[in-house]
């Protein structure tokens, strides 16, 4: 079964610095998705940035990039000129490519918190 | 478009009744999947249903039920409520889910058993 890690339950930065979150998974799979998705206050998941195992280039959403380590299983993901509104929790998500389904196997999440 | 819709948004209830969940999905989408979220236990998946079809599901008791409907709207169901079922319950829908899709999630049903 495949399972994702958060290292860092918590994590503070400054209004407009960078930071990074990060994320490892375990996995038998050669091919699989990886995503980062955003839970305000609000409790609605937003998709932050996807990226597909067999795809090289690291995926980049505006201010968002990810650091896709296929060989370590690692995908932290980096949030440049951080903004208040980036303020919420994010969770590292993992999706098979066997079975046909949209399952999504999840990480216990990183609450952000940007400072003003 | 309008989003995911789930009603209600919350809901207290006691041990041992049983709990409808509705979710509505994006037009179009036919796709829904269910998730639990606790502050223990994190966000786990319940089950997707996909035209009217259950395509797969978590590691859940059999209190727990879902079933899609024509018109890809969806419902989940559970029975003899427990202490521990005191969650967030989300639902996700997609245009014909499957791996890598983008989910859209509706705001949660908080439920409360007590």
């Known amino acids: 079964a495949q399972t994702v890690t958060q290292s860092q339950p918590e994590m503070s930065v400054q209004e407009a610095e960078t930071v990074t979150l990060s994320c490892t998974y375990d996995?038998?799979?050669?091919?699989?998705?990886l995503f980062w998705y955003k839970q305000p206050p609000s409790r609605q998941m937003i998709l932050v940035i996807r990226?597909?195992?067999?795809?090289?280039q690291n995926a980049t959403e505006n201010r968002f990039s990810v650091n896709f380590q296929k060989a370590a299983k690692s995908f932290s993901l980096k949030i440049s000129d951080s903004q208040l509104g980036d303020t919420a929790m994010y969770f590292c998500?993992?999706?098979?490519?066997?079975?046909?389904?949209?399952?999504?196997?999840f990480g216990k999440g990183t609450k952000l918190t940007v400072n003003p | 478009k309008a989003g995911v819709t789930q009603t209600p948004r919350y809901l207290i209830k006691t041990r041992g009744q049983q709990v409808t969940l509705s979710c509505s999905p994006i037009?179009?989408?036919?796709?829904v999947s269910w998730y639990q979220q606790t502050p223990g236990q994190g966000l786990q998946f319940l089950f997707e249903?996909?035209?009217?079809?259950?395509?797969n599901k978590g590691n859940f008791p059999g209190r727990f039920s879902g079933r899609q409907f024509s018109n890809s709207r969806s419902e989940m169901n559970v029975s003899t409520l427990e202490l521990g079922d005191s969650a967030l319950y989300l639902c996700?829908?997609?245009?014909?889910?499957?791996?890598?899709?983008?989910?859209?999630f509706g705001q949660g049903t908080r439920l409360t058993v007590v």
């Open positions: 998500a993992f999706s098979s490519t066997q079975g046909g389904s949209e399952k999504l196997v």
């Open positions: 996700a829908s997609s245009l014909v889910g499957g791996p890598g899709t983008e989910a859209f």
């Open positions: 990226q597909e195992a067999y795809k090289q």
């Open positions: 037009s179009g989408h036919r796709s």
């Open positions: 249903y996909f035209s009217e079809t259950q395509r």
């Open positions: 996995t038998s799979e050669s091919n699989y998705y």
